[in-house]
């Protein structure tokens, strides 16, 4: 659709006879009459502008703050990026619907990317507009979208307190009640009201919820648990006991070391109440936070294990996870290599008296070089997966150093898309970026393997070759998807099919590409 620099009167814009998915969008299925509104206003809008709905796309009872939780936006997207589609223009409520992105940019980017396939995004609450590039536009617009992330973080820090609050008045927030307990609801009151069965959730405001111990027979399997792993027995032998007697989890499956660890180290079964042990505020990633933030009632429950019970296991776990010194975590290594024989993270994980195999990677940079400490070498060559580990680790440090240098070539904005590392410059180029490492032939020649995101759909494919040891760049190759839309490609020094052309020393190149060239000297 060609675009007019200037404002087009509502007649004109009516005559375009525009045609439009619309996009509809609730946080709760307890909202339900939001979509019929949304819905009914949207559409008012359309006849407004003489606009023909032939889509429509809702995402109920979800929320704003990703689009992978989102199945029909990104349903919306991936038609729109596939050419699947009929329509011109999305139409949303507001910029809310539209999404509650942490991250602001999020929001214009997924519009950028329908953009490019000449869809207009429109909300409601504005006048049509074809024309987005007006910088008036594209402030409000981006006031608006952070408008919405900022509510987004503010009604998560309300929401967080409004927990913390209910914790601390000894009341249960979400989740299962775990093996050995049930929920209580209670009324407003305070009174026990009812036992809810797996599924049930409380359904008045005023409503609260409370563990309670479960039946006789579970309690005492809990505190049997507590009992063997005192007496020297490990998880994974509890576990096998309790499956030869039929003893199921409160999901009804077999049990395993884990879910055995989970009964021996909630505080729940004693009574307490503790939240925040762990964040994923957002839709961020889930991590631990310190013991200083965690939030707990203590005595908010009946006791189902008692306090000498608990404390014996948990010193039992204090123990274990005792700091060992470098020099005794390798006297225990090199002890297991000689009593097996060989080393494998298996082996490690599945002998009782050994740290677990991820705090050897951890402490020593990989399981590889722990194994060489103690003079063992696998008879298969994992070398490759060292490397590939480091290459992992540099991919960020590229991404940061060609996001340096462009901008510092030609003062180019760079967007990394947290989601799927798309690079996007300059607003108008999408880049993916893969690390290829080189492989050395037994001849002594060098190969590359270059692998595309195809699914990301980029305008090109920033291919960095390493150097034969691979820890240091050699060149670049700038792959245009228009040329190479097949999966892989495999490359060596010298390659023929004008393959080099697209070879690059540096990224000045790149700089040349993301220039913005107006539609006049484009004509």
């Not at 209580?184 to 359904?203: A, H, T, Y």
């Not at 395993?256 to 964040?279: C, D, F, P, Q």
């Not at 020094?493 to 080099?500: I, K, R, T």
């Amino acid at each position: 659709m060609a675009l007019s620099k200037r404002q087009l009167t509502l007649e004109e814009l009516r005559s375009l006879r525009l045609k439009a998915a619309i996009y509809i969008r609730m946080s709760t299925d307890l909202q339900t009459e939001s979509p019929e509104i949304q819905e009914r206003q949207i559409r008012a809008y359309a006849e407004r502008y003489n606009i023909e709905i032939v889509r429509v796309f809702k995402d109920l009872g979800v929320s704003g703050i990703t689009a992978e939780d989102r199945p029909q936006f990104r349903a919306l997207i991936s038609d729109v990026e596939h050419s699947h589609v009929e329509f011109n223009i999305v139409l949303y409520l507001d910029e809310s619907r539209w999404g509650r992105f942490p991250d602001s940019r999020d929001a214009d980017y997924y519009r950028m990317l329908l953009a490019r396939k000449n869809v207009i995004c429109q909300a409601c609450d504005q006048e049509l507009t074809l024309n987005k590039s007006g910088i008036v536009e594209r402030i409000m617009t981006m006031l608006k979208d952070e408008s919405a992330s900022e509510y987004s973080r503010q009604l998560s820090q309300k929401v967080f307190i409004g927990q913390c609050s209910l914790i601390e008045k000894g009341f249960r927030q979400g989740g299962t009640a775990g093996f050995g307990l049930r929920r209580m609801l209670l009324d407003e009151s305070g009174k026990p009201k009812q036992e809810l069965s797996r599924g049930d959730r409380k359904s008045l405001q005023t409503e609260r919820v409370i563990l309670v111990p479960g039946p006789p027979q579970e309690t005492e399997i809990v505190n049997w648990m507590y009992d063997q792993l005192i007496s020297g027995r490990k998880e994974r032998e509890i576990a096998d006991l309790m499956n030869a007697n039929g003893w199921k989890t409160d999901f009804g499956r077999p049990w395993s070391a884990g879910t055995i660890r989970e009964v021996l180290t909630n505080e729940k079964y004693l009574g307490h109440n503790v939240y925040n042990r762990r964040s994923s505020k957002l839709k961020s990633k889930s991590t631990p936070n310190p013991l200083e933030e965690w939030i707990r009632k203590e005595n908010a429950f009946a006791q189902v294990v008692d306090q000498e019970r608990y404390d014996n296991a948990q010193a039992i776990f204090r123990e274990r996870c005792k700091k060992f010194s470098d020099d005794e975590l390798l006297e225990r290594l090199g002890s297991l290599l000689r009593h097996k024989g060989m080393l494998s993270a298996l082996i490690i994980d599945e002998s009782e008296e050994m740290p677990p195999s991820s705090l050897y990677a951890h402490r020593f940079g990989g399981l590889l070089r722990a194994y060489k400490l103690v003079g063992y070498v696998p008879e298969r060559d994992y070398g490759y997966v060292e490397i590939n580990r480091k290459l992992r680790q540099m991919y960020k440090d590229i991404v940061d150093e060609i996001t340096e240098t462009l901008e510092r070539l030609g003062n180019r904005k760079i967007y990394v898309n947290p989601a799927t590392g798309l690079l996007e410059i300059n607003y108008n180029l999408h880049a993916s970026l893969v690390i290829s490492r080189c492989f050395v032939l037994p001849s002594g020649g060098l190969r590359w393997k270059i692998r595309f995101d195809t699914a990301l759909h980029p305008d090109i494919t920033i291919a960095v070759r390493m150097e034969q040891n691979n820890k240091e760049i050699y060149d670049y190759y700038l792959l245009p998807s228009i040329e190479f839309g097949h999966n892989s490609l495999k490359l060596s020094e010298d390659n023929v099919d004008l393959l080099d052309s697209f070879r690059f020393e540096t990224l000045e190149f790149l700089w040349k590409m993301g220039l913005n060239v107006s539609i006049d000297k484009a004509a």
